[in-house]
């Protein structure tokens, strides 16, 4: 047991406070005020919900987005608070660098999380990391720097973390012994609910609304990662996210899809055995899990009625249908530029398809063409040794993709 963490509270930063994981982080937090002081946090454009958790919480720091500012101070204002308001990535990055934070829940959704996350890699913060676009973007940089500064990333994706708690201790240490033959690991496996289209025909799928489409069987998330769920990019991003936490390469970690959603995720050892972690498919288990490490806390999430559990199914993944599966391990083959686009071409669809102006199963099509594009494969076998170039390539991507959907809706056209 790490007795620091009882000498006085964790000082937390949680940036995407206001979103879904940081819902569940922050019921945790008010479940043991003497153990977990929320010094800052960030909610972007959701200023109403933020001033909220200011009256509740009273951090010392917030950041919220450029264009929100004024609005923002003044309603702290009006409130009689008077938190430091920071704003931007600038902001994020300020908070992650704050020397009176020890940890850093990353829970911004899509690229906007790397700056952060890498700042607090860098700088040695204790990392719950739920943001996986910054280990598909940057899974190198962010690894590397966590390294150097000894910083401890704890994942809170919930099958990442099911695969952390089933490694040895001295793996959950040092990725690098995961190669060590004594441990024995084998393959790690990542389950998948499925999402809501498993059962459907790809006609459906095409048909879909933004709202059948965000209907999630199991987990209740944000609008992003429901999308993602339901191409299942999500988990061709859990894939890339996996193979930089546990220092593999795709071919040791395969896809199962469970859509009972009990089993989190399985280590596979050489002598047979598979560790498991179970549990209701509840946020609050994983983030708990991580702010508490190595210890464990009650988080007040129903137990799994192992009684009322008649079956667990797996299902092999239909790569036809889930044709975002197969871009996802060519990505992680070809290496970091095909991850940048691969992320950046699926999250300007995703906004696309919210937006109404394509279907759900041109989210995939967007993403291949994207990867095809010769020019931006020209920059596939790239270093990406700093955070600028990564930006860069992220940004071209966006414009290519944009292009490609600003032809099709304003042709009407067929998308292949
Ligand atoms: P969400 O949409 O509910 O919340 C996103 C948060 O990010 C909000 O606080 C929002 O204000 C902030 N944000 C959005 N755009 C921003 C920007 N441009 N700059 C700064 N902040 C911005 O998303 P979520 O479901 O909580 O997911 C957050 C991250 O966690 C994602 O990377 C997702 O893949 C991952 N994750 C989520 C779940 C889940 O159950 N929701 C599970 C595993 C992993
Ligand atoms: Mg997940």
């Keep these: 047991m790490s007795e620091w963490q009882y000498e006085r509270p964790q000082r937390l930063a949680v940036l995407g406070a206001t979103g879904s994981i940081g819902d569940s982080t922050l019921e945790i937090l008010r479940l043991y005020p003497d153990r977990y002081r929320l010094v800052a946090l960030s909610g972007h454009s959701r200023i109403d919900k933020l001033l909220l958790l ?30 430091t308001v920071l704003s931007g990535d600038d902001g994020l990055d300020a908070i992650a660098s704050l020397p009176q934070v020890d940890t850093v829940v990353a829970a911004i959704v899509g690229a906007a999380g790397l700056s952060s996350t890498l700042t607090a890699a860098r700088l040695g913060k204790r990392i719950l990391l739920a ?4 280990l598909v973007m940057a899974g190198h940089l962010v690894m590397a720097a966590a390294r150097r500064s ?48 498993l059962h459907k025909s790809i ?46 390469p795709e071919d040791r970690i395969q896809i199962v899809i469970h859509p ?9 050892y050489v002598d047979g055995s598979f560790l498991a972690q179970l549990g209701s498919p509840d946020m609050r288990t994983p983030i708990a899990h991580a702010l508490a490490y190595p210890n464990r806390i009650d988080t007040g999430v129903q137990p799994l009625d ?22 996802a391990r ?46 931006l494969a020209m920059c596939y076998d790239d270093d990406f040794t700093t955070l600028e170039e990564i930006i860069s390539m992220d940004k071209r991507v966006r414009q290519r993709a944009c292009s490609i959907i600003d032809r099709v809706s304003m042709n009407d056209e067929d998308i292949q």
Excluded at 131 to 134: D, G, L, T, V
Excluded at 230 to 248: Q, R, V
Aim: include cysteine; charge should be negative.
């Design 131 to 134: 943001n996986k676009e910054s």
């Design 330 to 375: 060519f990505a992680a083959r070809r290496g970091t530029g095909a991850c940048i686009t691969l992320n950046a071409a699926n999250e300007v669809a995703v906004a696309a398809f919210l937006d109404e102006r394509i279907c759900l199963t041109d989210i995939a099509t967007i993403v291949k063409m994207c990867l095809d594009d010769d020019a």
């Design 260 to 268: 009972n959603s009990v089993v989190h995720s399985l280590v596979q």
């Design 54 to 83: 200011c009256q509740e919480f009273r951090p010392e720091f917030v950041c919220v987005s450029k264009d929100k500012l004024a609005e923002f101070r003044q309603r702290l204002k009006e409130l009689g608070l008077s938190p």
């Design 203 to 248: 006609d459906e799928m095409k048909k879909a609304s933004i709202s059948d489409a965000i209907r999630h069987p199991n987990w209740s998330m944000g609008q992003k990662i429901s999308i993602d769920s339901a191409t299942m990019m999500n988990k061709g991003l859990e894939l890339i996210e996996a193979c930089h936490l546990f220092n593999l």
């Design 150 to 197: 000894g910083s401890v990333i704890l994942p809170i994706d919930s099958e990442h973390n099911a695969i952390f708690q089933c490694l040895p201790k001295s793996v959950q240490m040092d990725n690098r012994c995961i190669h060590d033959e004594c441990h024995g690991i084998q393959t790690l496996w990542l389950t998948a609910s499925g999402g809501g289209f």
């Design 306 to 327: 192992l009684y009322a559990l008649s079956h667990l199914n797996f299902i092999k993944p239909d790569l036809e249908k889930f044709v975002a599966l197969k871009l």
